[in-house]
């Protein structure tokens, strides 16, 4: 597994200047579903030949009753205890505050490794005064860094990995699938990777006080190789008022982050839940390939309709998902879940799949003579042509004379031409409108 690296601290010191420097690109939220907040941002990241996963956490302000900068406490301190080594980032312009002698005194009691990095630190040679101030946080030689003009991050990436564990993956398979298996607590996530294994593997742990993220479980068959990403996870314990349910929903976020196909697994004997749509909803809002697994379909009495019935409902729930496909299996028997395997790497081809920008056109000119596109005013939409920018999930960019026009109907009538043409089952399809100008045609 890949070392996790976790950066903290007060807000606006600069951590996500930071975290888009190291990443190398800017990583931003587009849209917002309804009811999930994303509050932890993931990047793979590398340095020197190792790889290791980013984590961008939200500010903590540690004493605050404030219900939004408390949840971002709740979720910076779920990225400690998951994390392998942790960056505290301060601010040189500001001192030591009182909050930064909070959270130094959070990550020692986390027992965790710590890099302290001092930011804004702006010019080169030596570091003004204050910096020196940072050694009373007790936390070691400080670094320091300019996150907005990259000055001292490789010395800070230096001090990261010299700290990873020594028995740490970092190496990067290219050609694993990342399957991340989300879904309810008991919904059988843990118990379709152990019938997948062929072992019951042990996932609880007793170390009280710690939550993992997720738990990664490397499989290969027939020259295909896997990456299961179990957010059965550990339970937080002992604080009574952190419901389950939250925590599942931010280890499932977490790990479709990570993942390159989402098995949202939904428990056959309860239907579909609230929480089901909202994990489901975060991977779709993340572009990534979804098979939706109806579980313990041993144990559900049925008749002729069961099935039909329960599509029609999955389908109408998750309108906004037509593309996903739909498997019934029981985990624990193992029923259909072979053929789990073979539609997870359909699925993922479908996900990564390119086609030529000859085959698109071809495909929008037929879709615009068999459909007149919409006008207004006299005015109507033209269509130039298209191209795909990118895999993973598929995008393509469409030059129009008015994007305007091009209406959310029009572009599902788009999408499903190209699907019907190339397939692209399981994965979401996204589309950049660009305007060109008369003088630019």
């Known amino acids: 597994m890949k070392p996790l690296v976790a950066i903290v601290g007060r807000p606006n010191v600069g951590k996500s200047t930071l975290f888009n420097k190291i990443s190398g690109e800017r990583i931003s939220i587009v849209e917002d579903i309804p009811g999930v907040t994303r509050d932890r941002i993931y990047s793979d990241a590398s340095w020197l030949d190792k790889n290791f996963t980013l984590v961008d956490t939200g500010g903590i302000e540690p004493n605050s009753k404030d219900e939004i900068l408390s949840k971002m406490r709740e979720q910076a301190q779920l990225a400690i205890d998951m994390a392998d080594v942790v960056v505290m980032m301060v601010n040189v312009k500001e001192g030591v505050t009182a909050n930064d002698h909070e959270v130094a005194q959070m990550l020692m009691k986390a027992k965790k490794k710590i890099v302290l990095a001092v930011n804004k630190v702006d010019n080169p040679g030596e570091p003004p005064l204050e910096f020196y101030e940072f050694y009373n946080l007790g936390l070691g030689d400080p670094v320091a860094i300019s996150s907005v003009n990259g000055l001292g991050i490789g010395d800070l990436?230096?001090?990261?990995?010299?700290?990873?564990?020594?028995?740490?993956?970092?190496?990067?398979?290219?050609?694993?699938?990342?399957?991340?298996?989300?879904?309810?607590?008991?919904?059988?996530?843990?118990?379709?990777?152990?019938?997948?294994?062929?072992?019951?593997?042990?996932?609880?742990?007793?170390?009280?006080?710690?939550?993992?993220?997720?738990?990664?479980?490397?499989?290969?068959?027939?020259?295909?190789?896997?990456?299961?990403?179990?957010?059965?996870?550990?339970?937080?314990?002992?604080?009574?008022?952190?419901?389950?349910?939250?925590?599942?929903?931010?280890?499932?976020?977490?790990?479709?982050?990570?993942?390159?196909?989402?098995?949202?697994?939904?428990?056959g004997t309860e239907g579909i839940a609230e929480q089901d749509t909202k994990i489901a909803g975060y991977a779709d809002n993340q572009g990534k390939a979804c098979i939706f697994v109806i579980n313990k379909w041993d144990i559900v009495e049925k008749n002729d309709k069961t099935m039909n019935e329960f599509k029609r409902r999955l389908r109408e729930v998750f309108a906004f998902m037509s593309y996903a496909s739909m498997m019934f299996i029981s985990a624990k028997t193992g029923q259909r879940v072979d053929r789990l395997l073979e539609e997870i790497k359909k699925v993922n081809e479908q996900h990564k799949r390119r086609i030529t920008t000859g085959m698109l056109n071809d495909v929008i000119n037929e879709a615009?003579?068999?459909?007149?596109?919409?006008?207004?005013?006299?005015?109507?939409?033209?269509?130039?042509?298209?191209?795909?920018?990118?895999?993973?999930?598929?995008?393509?960019?469409?030059?129009?004379?008015?994007?305007?026009?091009f209406h959310f109907s029009y572009r599902r009538f788009i999408e499903n031409q190209i699907r019907e043409n190339f397939g692209f089952e399981g994965t979401p399809i996204r589309f950049i409108i660009r305007e060109r100008r008369k003088k630019d045609q």
Request: aromatic residues 6%; glycine residues 6%.
């Open 157 to 267: 990436l230096d001090e990261i990995t010299d700290l990873f564990p020594p028995d740490a993956d970092l190496s990067e398979d290219e050609d694993e699938i990342k399957v991340a298996v989300i879904g309810r607590p008991n919904a059988g996530k843990s118990s379709l990777i152990n019938k997948i294994m062929g072992e019951e593997r042990v996932i609880v742990s007793n170390i009280a006080g710690t939550t993992r993220d997720a738990i990664d479980t490397h499989y290969e068959k027939n020259g295909d190789k896997f990456l299961f990403i179990d957010t059965a996870g550990m339970r937080k314990r002992g604080k009574v008022d952190e419901s389950i349910e939250r925590y599942s929903v931010i280890r499932s976020l977490a790990a479709i982050d990570r993942s390159d196909v989402c098995v949202i697994m939904i428990d």
């Open 368 to 405: 615009v003579n068999k459909q007149q596109p919409p006008s207004d005013k006299g005015k109507r939409l033209r269509i130039y042509y298209g191209t795909q920018a990118s895999v993973a999930p598929p995008t393509f960019v469409l030059f129009v004379n008015d994007k305007n026009l």
